[in-house]
Each structure stands twice: as C-alpha cells, then as structure tokens.
C-alpha cells in the first residue's frame, strides 16, 4: 500500500456528504446512569462521495480515479467543502488563527494543529496534509518570510529556521486535504440514460496516522 499525493476529483467532492465520527461506549447501569467512554482520541471522518456524481463523465473520473487507487489498497486526499482551513470562521488562512506552539530558544519545529471549541475543553486535530503554498507563520506577532521555515506536505511538521526564543508564541494558518481511502472493493454503476449516471454510494474514510 501506499499513499498517493494526489487529490479525489474537487468538483465531485464538493456535492458529496459526510463529516467527523467517534466512538464511545456507552453504559447504562442498573441505576439508570450511565458510564461513557471515548476509544478514540481523534475523530475520523466518513464521506459519501456518490451524492457527488451528477452525469457520466464524472463517473468516469471516479472510476478511472477508483481503479487508479485500486480500491481500497491506496490512499489519498480529499478536500473537504466545510473544513479546509485554520480559519475559524471558514475563510482564507490568517498567520494568527491557530498557536501552534511557545518557543523555548530550542525548539525549531512544531505540528501544525486545528482547535476545535472553546476554553473548556477544546479539541486539538493534528494536521498532517497542509496544501502546498498555504502555509503562513507568525513568531511573537511577526509574520515570517517564506523563506524563514520548511514544511513537509507529508507531516503536516513545520521546521524554523531559527528557534523562537523563549516564550514566543508561534502561530499558523494554512488550508489542509484529509487523508483517505475508499473504504469499499467494488463500484455499483447503473445508467440510467446516454449521460447520466447513478451511484449509490462510494464510501471514503479518513486514514489516521498516514
């Protein structure tokens, strides 16, 4: 298997359905409380990209794109319409939407990250597939030119070319691809006229870790 720098047709994925999931188990005791317990620490999403498919050239495109893949065996990457970007309102990467880190006059690199929720209890979703050319930083407030840090479109790691010094926050903004697979073997394709095509569903499931 292997991971494959490509990403699933953009015009299909934007009609497609899907979003996050968990897994928590969930008790009831002889009480009537309940005991809860999250497996995951990081939600995985699901998508239906078969809402997508609207004539018969993109059905083509799928599976071209499908047999590419060869099903299940390889993953690659999607963009997801709602959830693309650092911004918290939806909008273009902003160098001050996410901390990424606190400089200590050593560390020079840092995993980018998406906060997800309020003080309480926010969730932090490791970023592991920046969008080439997105990426923005900014040390202590200063915005920092290209050619001050690298960044590895595999890792979602950002590297500095000098540490920030000692509690300097380091903040980011970047547009980001979700890592996924298909999550099925097999395409049901039927015609239902000469340009129409319908799929019922084609499943794609993020790919965690990868």
């Known amino acids: ?78 963009h997801d319409a709602l959830d693309w970007t650092s911004s918290p309102d939806g909008g273009a990467p902003n160098p001050s939407d996410q901390t990424i880190g606190q400089g200590d006059g050593e560390t020079a690199r840092f995993q980018l990250i998406k906060r997800y929720g309020a003080d309480f209890d926010p969730y932090l979703r490791p970023i592991t597939r920046p969008v080439a050319g997105s990426v923005v930083l900014a040390v202590g407030g200063a915005v920092l030119g290209v050619g001050a840090f690298s960044v590895d479109l595999l890792t979602g790691i950002v590297t500095l070319v000098e540490a920030p010094a000692e509690g300097e926050a380091v903040m980011a903004g970047f547009a ?3 890592p996924v697979r298909f ?10 006229s000469f340009d129409a095509a319908l799929v019922p569903a084609i499943p794609i499931i993020e790919v965690l870790g990868e």
């Open 176 to 178: 980001f691809d979700v």
């Open 183 to 192: 999550d099925t073997d097999r395409l049901d394709v039927e015609l239902t």
């Open 1 to 78: 298997m292997a991971f494959h720098q490509v990403r699933f047709p953009l015009d299909i994925a934007l009609g497609a359905q899907g979003g996050p999931g968990r897994a928590t188990d969930v008790v009831t005791l002889a009480s009537g409380r309940e005991e809860r317990n999250s497996r995951w620490a990081h939600a995985r999403r699901r998508y239906n990209a078969g809402y997508g498919i609207k004539s018969r050239a993109d059905m083509l495109a799928v599976l071209e794109f499908f047999e590419e893949r060869r099903g299940r065996f390889h993953s690659f990457l999607w």
